[in-house]
């Protein structure tokens, strides 16, 4: 009998992409300044990272990296509880429980991994799941992992919540869990984190927020939607966005921390954080409080570009944060407008199915504190010059 050759179905899949014009390839860029970036030949306004802050070039997170790496070494060579923990990991996390205002902290190796790992260490098959429908990846790969029965509830919609939280203890389900993020990455919506707060409450529901977009730009102190929140059980914070760095951190109460620490796996069986990266989110932390100027700034830039781009006929969905998405809908016209900005030097990404629901394309643009209002000027007048054809 002929044999399919054993890994066809990777030319099938990289074919349909293909003719789905929905392939994706990697595109090497040079980082210039926290703003800008070299590519694709030429210098580009980027208008596509996370970095909310500006932080990933800050001097004095760098020489924190590079005091640490003096001092530690290039990396932590174990696991934590093998001899990977250093007086530098604990120091952290007792400065990121103090900063958020949270009873305990615990670092993970990456938002990603935080939440594909702790959902199952704090789920089983038994368990019930409430997720919004447009919650991330690392979210649903966590759920999933957990072989929990799970429920998207409509985006941002308590009513279908809360009837789901009813019908369940009817059920009789033993162990609920809701989650959802603070603040969405790609429509740069918010949930009601006290709403939320109300309905986990009342019918006994663990409640787990994903604060990624919120850390280091908003809340008290800038350090997020559920700072001083002891009634949310979970917050998962990364340091990769505004904070400019890598990594990240659950906040919680001190037994569940000691919980994760003997029972979820992406905590234990991974090599911890190397020192470069802990001075780099020390240093940040150090000065994230601080950057109330900074913040007010990036929250001006955002409540300028939406009324610009709805000046001009788009939408720009329920956006409330720095994360400001111009919908198309069209596929073919969010590519357009892409590549048009991209030749007059703007770098916005472009999203669309499956990243988003058919019918949703989007540029997504993501501000930062180190735009300037003349970057931001710039933006507007091109997608206003821009002609559709
Ligand atoms: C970016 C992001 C993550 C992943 O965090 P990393 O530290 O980049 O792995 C998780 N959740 C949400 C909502 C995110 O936007």
New binding site residues.
């Given amino acids: 009998m002929e044999q399919t050759p054993k890994l066809a179905f990777v030319e099938q899949a990289l074919a349909e992409r293909a003719q789905q014009q929905q392939l994706r390839s990697l595109q090497p860029l040079h980082p210039i300044d926290a703003v800008r970036v070299t590519g694709y030949g030429q210098i580009l306004l980027n208008f596509t990272s ?1 970095d909310y802050l500006g932080l990933s070039k800050h001097p004095q997170i760098i020489a924190a990296a590079q005091r640490y790496t003096a001092q530690y070494g290039t990396g932590a060579t174990a696991s934590r509880l093998v001899s990977g923990t250093y007086d530098i990991h604990l120091h952290l996390e007792e400065q990121l429980a103090a900063a958020t205002g949270r009873e305990a902290a615990l670092l993970l190796n ?6 594909a790992t702790l959902l199952p260490a704090l789920l089983d098959r038994q368990s019930l799941v409430l997720c919004d429908r447009l ?2 990846n ?2 649903i790969h966590g759920i999933r992992a957990s072989g929990a029965r799970f429920i998207r509830y409509a985006h941002n919609d308590l009513n279908h919540l809360e009837s789901a939280l009813q019908q369940a203890v009817q059920q009789g389900v033993r162990r609920m869990a809701i989650v959802t ?1 603070t603040v ?2 790609m429509d740069g919506d918010c949930s009601d984190v006290e709403a939320l707060i109300q309905l986990a409450n009342q019918y006994g529901a663990i409640l787990y927020l ?1 604060d ?2 919120a850390v280091g730009v908003l809340g008290q102190r800038g350090m997020g939607l559920a700072a001083d929140r002891p009634e949310v059980d979970i917050v ?1 914070g ?4 505004a904070f400019g760095s ?3 951190f659950v906040t919680c109460s001190r037994s569940l921390r000691q919980y994760l620490i003997n029972f979820c796996p992406g905590f234990i069986y991974t090599t911890a954080l190397p020192p470069a990266v802990i001075g780099a989110i020390e240093a940040a932390l150090l000065l994230i409080p601080s950057l109330d100027a900074e913040r007010l700034h990036l929250a001006q830039l955002s409540q300028t570009l939406r009324p610009e781009l709805q000046a001009l006929g788009y939408s720009t969905a329920a956006s409330r944060s720095h994360i400001v998405p111009l919908v198309l809908g069209s596929e073919t016209r969010t590519l357009h407008l892409s590549d048009w900005l991209k030749q007059q030097g703007i770098l916005a990404t472009a999203i669309r199915p499956p990243t988003v629901a058919a019918g949703t394309s989007r540029l997504r643009f993501a501000l930062s504190s180190s735009h300037t209002v003349e970057h931001l000027q710039y933006l507007i007048q091109t997608i206003a010059s821009w002609t559709d054809c």
Avoid: I, R, Y
């Avoid at 990456?110 to 939440?115: E, K, L, P, T, V």
């Avoid at 990364?238 to 966005?241: D, L, Q, R, S, V």
């Fill in positions: 996370n990456s938002g990603f991994q935080a939440n919650v991330h690392s979210l993020e969405f990455s994903d990624a977009h998962v990364t340091c990769g966005k890598f990594g990240a």
